[in-house]
């Protein structure tokens, strides 16, 4: 069954990170699976307007401003116009919004149900419930999801998670992974010092990434072996620490922060490396163990969020989030190392490579848009029936808000009808593919 | 999505790594079974819930006394020198017992001190806010005296709690009232009797703990003094004495059942060690 679907997200290239890979990924391998898919997402500095990119991937960068990290402000109603005229335009039937903290995906998936499509959710991140900003993310979460066909999450964590804030029907919830390309990384143990045994940190620099813990750990570890060193890529304000601590301790020769890398550089840095550590204090799957591993590196992992679902106990070494449990993981694979018992850098990769390929990532999303598109559609009146039930002050308001959204769009319609808006040629068959 | 069905000895993981026959949509009997709900909650007992709504009460009563000592003084009743005279005797008692006394000295500065400053500055008040309306005045003092109530620190720590904000609400609450009374005398006094209520008294309150007492005695002095304005005062004084002290803890012991704060794996984690 062919689908065309909509991807819509805030978090797209050029911007780098899991979120923008997964969608760009995932996008390409339902390409080659004969779907259609195009991604929305905002305008990045002058990159506004509609781009194509590998295999004819439509990209539509509207013109709307960011408020905060990449992220537009929330209004609903002047986005109304342009996703109609792009979901009509492009015959989207299934709106696939990425990121709970995405308020492009929460406005396209609203939009997309007002106008009778079918829409799916992947939620990447782990989210608490306690403080403020938790709260309000959750009601805004469990507002969109109440009108979803079907959400994938990355882990089984994340599912909870997810269930759990969102007030979701668990059988509602696929547990789909993230994964990543293995042709990209490649174990190569020419590369790797001999004399030396490197420990690589690549991740954003802050709080929750468990920099704090990482500042600690080094200068313990140097302390006891003399042939350590370590390669800390990611930028972030926690840099600071990383540099308060390598001047404190006299690291300079045996720390090297390398700053923000560039995609393309991330296979040479792992390549470098005998060990990968993480310290992230809460993290839903955690892509960046994968590569590692894919790359042949033994991983030390803080034992938080998905982490633990990610890669077998032969291939990771998992500490509870302090510097002593994780002081004690890392002996334990400068031992593993010295003494060469470890998991060979192939079997590792060809373990990854087996387990997360994005052909069969792609072919399990599949099946949820086969299923999405079975559903029954829902009638306005069942739709904003569902909102209302999501809470005795925010059900009645978002359902005011929708219900002028869907007059608004009746509005758009007389004045600007379907059979007038012009159908975009579709790229593939174009090319005769 | 169809439920699979699947051999019984197939058992389902939690994780990603391994190929499973189940759906990927399927739901394990042991799904959110590492939940864990209200972790760090220590339920209170109506009785401890009940002594500790005392500290707001007491503090009510103290701004109550303020309020009714600037009414006396304003209407140029002579009550107040009694009103007054009593509260700073409390005062004087309660820092004896503290042993704070211990070298006098310095403390026998920081009064002269402060009666030479103040006594000296007061004149001042008079022309502070000669541009300002009297409504706008009393409006204001309301306000600030709430804020002080609100953010008052009432021996703990809390998301709205802080002393600095609410000392200086009272303080410039009091300095406002201050300027619309026409002696010297009177705004001198007014002014050593906020220092007294809203910087002494917490902090003797806080070093003596005599929790019953000082509610007791501060509760019965503000109802004496508001009955000495109007009777319809005294009764809401009592209304709201009655609903911070009896209504409000039992609703807080009532509610603790709904608490429920949910923990799992997905919860940042804690870095103690570092």
Known sequence: ?433 | MGEHVTPLEVKWEKVLFKKSSFPDNYTDPKFLDEIKRNVHFKPIDTRTALLKSTRISTQISVTVIFWAVFLQLKDGSAIWEVTYGIFSFIIIVAYVVSFRFNNILPVLKNVFLFIAVGYGCTPVLKTLTDTISTDSIYAMSVILMLVHIAFHQYGMDGVCVSPYVSLNAAICGAICLASRLQETRHAFALLTLAVQAFALFPKLYEVLNYTIIAFTILTAGAFCCMISISVVSAILFLLSIFCVNLIFPLCFVWAQQYKNNIYGPWDEAMIFNR
């Open chain 1, 1 to 433: 069954m062919r689908h065309v679907i909509c991807m819509v997200s805030d978090f797209f290239y050029p911007n780098l990170g899991g979120v923008e890979s997964h969608i760009f990924t995932l996008s390409q391998c339902l390409i080659t699976l004969g779907h259609k898919v195009i991604v929305i997402t905002h305008s990045y500095g002058n990159r506004v307007g509609v781009r194509y990119m590998t295999n004819g991937l439509k990209v539509y960068y509207l013109p709307i401003k960011t408020m905060h990290d990449q992220v537009v402000l929330p209004t609903l109603f002047a986005s109304l116009s342009i996703f109609r005229n792009i979901y009509i335009r492009e015959c989207v039937e299934i709106v696939h919004g990425h990121s709970a903290f995405s308020t492009l995906a929460h406005e396209g998936i609203v939009i997309a149900r007002l106008l009778g499509l079918k829409a799916v959710f992947t939620d990447h991140s782990l989210n608490g419930f306690a403080d403020i900003s938790a709260i309000l993310t959750n009601k805004l979460l469990e507002i969109t999801l109440s009108g979803v066909n079907h959400c994938i999450c990355v882990s089984h964590t994340g599912k909870e998670n997810t269930v759990l804030r969102a007030k979701v029907p668990a059988n509602h919830v696929s547990v789909i992974p993230n994964a990543t390309d293995t042709t990209l990384f490649k174990p190569d143990v020419t590369k790797k010092e001999t004399d030396q045994i490197i420990i690589v940190a690549l991740s954003r620099l802050v709080y929750r990434k468990g920099i704090d813990l990482l500042a600690s750990v080094i200068p313990i570890i140097c302390k006891k072996y003399p042939k350590v060193h370590f390669l800390i890529g990611g930028d972030g304000p926690k840099r600071l620490v990383l540099e308060q601590v390598r001047e404190r301790e006299g690291l300079h020769e045996r720390v090297s922060l390398l700053g923000a890398l560039d995609q393309s550089e991330v296979h040479g840095t792992l390549l470098r490396g005998h060990i990968f550590l993480n310290t992230s204090l809460t993290e839903a799957y955690c892509i960046a163990i994968v590569e590692a591993a894919a790359c042949g590196l033994q991983v030390v992992s803080t034992k938080v969020g998905g982490i633990p679902e990610v890669l077998p106990p032969e291939m990771i070494r998992m500490a509870q989030p302090d510097v002593s449990a994780i002081v004690s993981a890392l002996d334990d694979a400068i031992d593993s190392h010295l003494k060469g018992t470890c998991m060979s850098p192939w079997e590792c990769h060809q373990f990854i490579h087996r387990t997360y390929n994005w052909v069969d990532i792609a072919t399990r999303t599949q099946l949820v848009y086969d299923d999405v598109k079975q559903q029954p559609s829902l009638s306005v009146g069942k739709l904003l029936c569902r909102y209302r039930n999501c809470g005795p002050v925010a059900g009645p308001f978002f359902v005011l808000i929708f219900t002028i959204c869907h007059i608004l769009l009746q509005f758009f319609e007389w004045l600007y009808p379907r059979h007038l808006i012009d159908i975009a040629p579709d790229y593939n068959n174009e090319k005769g593919l």
